[in-house]
Every structure is written in structure tokens, then in C-alpha cells.
């Protein structure tokens, strides 16, 4: 069993950056995948970045590239998505999800999720 809870969302202004975080339980975090998706109101969840047990392979939806970086630290079982100009089109509650073995883009391939933090970026 692993256990997420993700910090750090808030009000932003256009162009400006936030840090996400995502704190796992459970000794084997470094056994998982972990990866970030994002949900607006009435759209589908979408992949935002992804990431392999050792941080080694990273991967990035189209709409965040070059803007967002995911990244883990192992010793502290925690994984951030940093997040810079930001906008309006990034607000979206922010999920972060582990699975077993390698990363992929699928939201439906993962097995624990977090509640969720949500990022607003006004227009």
C-alpha cells in the first residue's frame, strides 16, 4: 500500500511558478513509478509528467513541456512538479499517482492516487 498526499497548489499569477510536492508512505516508494495528472472542471483527467523509480527516465505531456519539471527524492519519499509560467490553462486540480514498474501516460495504469491540490492561474 502506498499512501499520497500532495501540498503546494494555490493562486498564481499568469507567468508565475509554483512547486508541487507529493509525500508517499510505505518503505517500497522507491519501488514506484510516479506520475502527475491534472483534472479542470468538465475536461478528462489529463497526463501532466512522469517519472521512473530512480528519476532517471522523465516524461511530459505536450502542454507542459519545457515549462514543467517532475522530480523525486527517494531519501525524503517525496516527488515535485515544478511548475513555471504558468497559464491560465494550467488551472486544474493536480493529482499525483504511483504504480509498480515503469512510468507510462495512462491515468488508468496507476493504482494509488492522492486527494489532489488544486493550482489557479486567473486569466
Known amino acids: 500500500q502506498v499512501q499520497l498526499v500532495e501540498s503546494g497548489g494555490g493562486l498564481v499569477q499568469a507567468g508565475g511558478s509554483l512547486r508541487l510536492s507529493c509525500a508517499a508512505s510505505?518503505?517500497?516508494?522507491?519501488?514506484?513509478?510516479m506520475g502527475w495528472f491534472r483534472q479542470a472542471p468538465g475536461k478528462e483527467r489529463e497526463f501532466v509528467a512522469a517519472t521512473s523509480w530512480g528519476g532517471g527516465s522523465t516524461f511530459y505531456g505536450d502542454s507542459v513541456k519545457g515549462r514543467f519539471t517532475i522530480s523525486r527524492d527517494n531519501a525524503k519519499n517525496t516527488v515535485y512538479l515544478q511548475m513555471n509560467s504558468l497559464k491560465p490553462e494550467d488551472t486544474a486540480v493536480y493529482y499525483c499517482?504511483?504504480?509498480?514498474?515503469?512510468?507510462?501516460?495512462?491515468?488508468?495504469?496507476?493504482?494509488?492516487w492522492g486527494q489532489g491540490t488544486q493550482v489557479t492561474v486567473p486569466s
Open positions: 499517482a504511483a504504480k509498480r514498474l515503469t512510468p507510462t501516460t495512462r491515468s488508468q495504469d496507476y493504482d494509488y
Open positions: 510505505g518503505r517500497t516508494f522507491r519501488s514506484y513509478a
